[in-house]
């Protein structure tokens, strides 16, 4: 498809269990974002990539989350030891990067994550 | 530090008229300011930007104006429709793209 595409789009997982989401940016979008939404708040910035090298890292909230972009396309948002504080909608979007003079970022539909 | 806000977090118009949503941010090293649109269930969707050595730009149906001095962005849309009825954010790129809180804009038939 012509737009970012995240996996699953819903996600029930245990407390403590290990989940994994993907993200498909748009082919050639070199940035690649990761946020959290919470219900009533603003994206939460997670991490940033520019290529396959994490250009900004300082959001995310603790060691049990990790991001990964191996190829410079798709990505994978990991976290470990799940706890229910961790449920929210997680986005992904991609843009043309720095440097392109275009600002606009795509994101995709989103993976609700729910800890129970 | 990074902080962007907005100043109300719910916004109702009548329908046709026209609707300003309002914006303060912190980062005076912000290279762009972007206005966005989210829709329920959706993620955010791109509607303008401006460049911080601007203080004007317009595209079809919305202005978004910035005030360096004050710090301030503000978002147009003329001609409200209900389609517009949606939480709109500021957000704003120093490397990274940071969102603000969001303004629920409710249009009124």
């Known amino acids: 498809g012509a737009g970012v595409s995240q996996t699953p789009s819903n996600k029930v997982t245990e407390k403590g269990k290990y989940v994994e989401l993907r993200c498909d940016p748009i082919?050639?979008?070199?940035?690649l974002y990761w946020y959290r939404q919470s219900l009533g708040q603003g994206p939460e910035f997670l991490i940033y990539?520019?290529?396959?090298?994490?250009?900004?890292d300082s959001g995310l909230p603790n060691d049990r989350f990790f991001a990964v972009r191996p190829e410079g396309s798709v990505s994978t948002l990991k976290i470990q030891r799940t706890e229910r504080g961790d449920s929210a909608v997680y986005l992904c979007?991609?843009?043309?990067?720095?440097?392109?003079?275009?600002?606009?970022?795509?994101f995709g539909q989103g993976t609700r994550l729910t800890v129970v | 530090g990074e902080s962007v806000g907005l100043h109300l977090p719910t916004l109702s118009v009548q329908e046709g008229d026209n609707s300003i949503i309002n914006c303060a941010y912190s980062?005076?090293?912000?290279?762009?300011f972007i206005w966005y649109k989210q829709e329920s269930g959706k993620g955010p969707q791109f509607i303008i930007d401006?460049?911080?050595?601007?203080d004007k730009r317009q595209g079809q149906r919305v202005t978004v104006l910035l005030n360096k001095t004050v710090k301030h962005l503000s978002l147009q849309i003329a001609a409200t429709q209900p389609g517009d009825s949606a939480v709109y954010f500021c957000?704003?790129?120093?490397?990274?793209?940071?969102f603000g809180q969001g303004t629920t804009l409710q249009v009124k038939p």
């Open positions: 082919s050639g979008h070199t940035a």
């Open positions: 980062n005076s090293a912000s290279d762009y």
């Open positions: 979007a991609s843009s043309l990067g720095q440097g392109s003079g275009n600002t606009e970022a795509f």
């Open positions: 401006i460049r911080s050595n601007m």
């Open positions: 957000a704003e790129i120093t490397g990274k793209l940071i």
């Open positions: 990539f520019q290529g396959t090298g994490a250009a900004d």
